[in-house]
């Protein structure tokens, strides 16, 4: 593809008028040869800092990517935008295939996708040393890591390209890695002197809640009701309780389909085409899906059981709002549900692997239990800080009460000092209940003088409260070290009497209320028979091209042509994600129905 400038290309090819911070960065490095780790959110726009490149570089780009769906998607919106891509994996036939190596030989490729057990076969590595290779991009990079909660052990031969390929660009792209993960992938892709970008983690546009459990299929009834046009994914712990949740929705009138991994391929695909087509507007699965949605207009994303660590939760609620329009992200909390994750991690015979599983399990119950800014926590985790409370999640739009507890957390935190600061937070409790457990005893941690000073508190009441200093910055839990817990330069203040501190009282959890029906979104307000009639629209188009709805134009766009209402080409272009290709497949069409 013929382009000039990356700035050009946004425009041109996919539609957008201005980069995000830090992309241009990114994609100049890229093109003049350079490493690149790259950590942004979903829909941050992580996949332009390796697509502008391939088409501004000599040669072809290969994208290595996890899953046969996730390349699908992929291909089709740049196939869309005007892009010279394809993806090579087991899905295609024997002719198909060789159709597709012809087009790499002929050079009429721009990007190719690959899996990476593909891509780092004998044979492959050979052919990719006749071509000119523009840049290799590993998406998905956190299951390169033993740390990341999706780690695939195919990931990690990945290592060797840096040696193989010494002169060409490699890119590490995921959106969601802790400090951990981050130093590990880094480490194992040989990009340690590569410049490491990390844009946030923040999607403001998702309103993240947590209920507690009770009658969980009532609840999720309740918050669909509202939501009856829109898609959403339910994510369960369990194949049975998928099928069962599947079952009573569809009896309950609901367009809804079960995916997990024990169906019959052909069936998932077929669940999986139809929810990309919007032929089917709830998908209840496992784990087993998601990854490979590239779909943007998900308004909402509802865990019906616990995930096992907070990068789950974070990437599976990230599914929803790609297009950055309102979404929502309900979790039903139920202490079984803790249990019920505890034994699948238990089911490991990988003792390390397993304690950080059980860890990370630890960590998402705090973040379920959790009084304070939601958004606040999650973006702790992973290092970020947000100053203030966030205003969209289910704590800041229905404040819970606090309680003072300042004399409580110097007990704790002088507990931490005197166990020498070398325990985690089961024993650090314990010693302030005056627990007579003999390996307290073994210790000497009864003659401490915070030994049963904390005796009339719960054990419930000390976890929460610790966890609360954990996620406030006054102490730190070092997972990569059995989970022990240190003071930070922040407590000394409040151990000294400098300062006070306050905690959430427990409080009744209510339901997320539906967002307004259309009207406004953000500052732009539009027309929503008008936005009905443009997606009703997408929606033939979609089945005419054989492509998912999305694919055409995004919820945004759509809200944005409702809005502005453009009567002609040039207007149309001005509008986000449109580009000079689809304004030529797609714009008379929507024209017409705009001026109609």
């Not at 249990?339 to 860890?359: D, P, W």
């Not at 702790?380 to 205003?391: A, D, I, K, N, V």
Request: aromatic letters at 8%; glycine letters at 8%; one cysteine or more.
């Amino acid at each position: 593809m013929t382009a000039t400038s990356p700035r050009e290309t946004l425009r041109n090819v996919f539609g957008f008028a201005s980069f995000r911070p830090p992309q241009e960065e990114i994609i100049t490095g890229v093109i003049n040869g350079g490493d690149a780790f790259v950590l942004m959110p979903t829909g941050g726009g992580k996949s332009l800092c390796y697509q502008i490149p391939a088409l501004l570089r000599q040669g072809v780009a290969i994208v290595v990517s996890p899953l046969i769906s996730l390349m699908k998607d992929q291909v089709d919106a740049l196939t869309a935008c005007g892009v010279r891509a394809a993806f090579y994996n087991s899905s295609l036939a024997g002719a198909e295939a060789r159709g597709v190596l012809a087009r790499l030989h002929a050079k009429e490729l721009d990007l190719l996708y690959v899996a990476p057990e593909r891509l780092m076969s004998h044979d492959f590595i050979e052919r990719l040393r006749e071509l000119t290779i523009a840049l290799f991009a590993i998406d998905e990079a956190h299951c390169v890591s033993q740390w990341g909660h999706d780690f695939r052990p195919e990931y990690c031969k990945l290592g060797e390209l840096r040696n193989l390929f010494p002169a060409i660009p490699l890119l590490a792209l995921t959106a969601t890695a802790e400090p951990h993960t981050r130093q590990d992938i880094i480490n194992r892709l040989g990009l340690k002197n590569a410049p490491c970008y990390i844009s946030g983690f923040d999607r403001p546009n998702i309103r993240y809640t947590v209920l507690d459990k009770q009658k969980p299929f009532g609840q999720l009834v309740g918050f669909l009701k509202g939501r009856r046009e829109e898609a959403g994914i339910v994510y369960c712990l369990s194949r049975k309780r998928v099928e069962q949740v599947a079952e009573k929705l569809s009896a309950a009138g609901f367009a809804a389909a079960p995916y997990h991994a024990g169906l019959p391929a052909a069936t998932r695909q077929k669940v999986q085409e139809d929810f990309l087509r919007d032929d089917t507007l709830i998908i209840v699965a496992t784990v087993a899906f998601g990854m490979g949605i590239d779909k943007s207009n998900i308004r909402y994303v509802v865990h019906y059981d616990l995930p096992k660590n907070l990068e789950s939760y974070y990437q599976e609620t990230g599914r929803a709002g790609r297009d950055g329009v309102a979404a929502e992200a309900l979790l039903l909390f139920g202490y079984g549900d803790i249990a019920m994750a505890r034994g699948l991690i238990e089911k490991s015979e990988n003792v390390e692997q397993k304690r950080i599983e059980l860890h990370k399990l630890n960590t998402m119950v705090a973040f379920a239990e959790a009084q304070s800014c939601r958004r606040q926590i999650l973006l702790g985790y992973f290092g970020e800080r947000l100053p203030e409370p966030c205003g969209n999640c289910d704590v800041c739009l229905a404040p819970p009460t606090q309680i003072e507890v300042t004399e409580y957390a110097r007990k704790a935190l002088s507990c931490v000092f005197r166990v020498g600061q070398r325990f985690g937070m089961g024993h650090v409790i314990d010693v302030l209940r005056g627990s007579k457990k003999e390996r307290l005893i073994q210790l000497g941690h009864d003659r401490l003088s915070t030994y049963g000073i904390g005796g009339e508190q719960s054990q419930e009441y000390w976890g929460a409260l610790i966890r609360h200093l954990i996620q406030h910055g006054y102490l730190i839990q070092d997972v990569s070290n059995y989970s022990v817990l240190t003071l930070t330069p922040a407590a000394q203040p409040l151990l000294r009497g400098e300062i006070s501190l306050q905690m959430a009282a427990p409080r009744e959890k209510t339901l997320p209320a539906p967002k307004t029906k259309g009207r406004k979104v953000g500052e732009l307000s539009y027309d929503q028979e008008l936005f009905n009639r443009l997606r009703a629209l997408r929606k033939r188009l979609a089945e005419q091209s054989g492509v998912p709805p999305f694919v055409i134009f995004s919820d945004a766009s759509l809200i944005e042509i409702a809005a502005h209402r453009p009567v002609d080409d040039q207007a149309l272009l001005g509008i986000t994600g449109v580009g000079a290709h689809k304004l030529s497949r797609y714009g008379r069409e929507f024209l017409a129905e705009i001026n109609r």
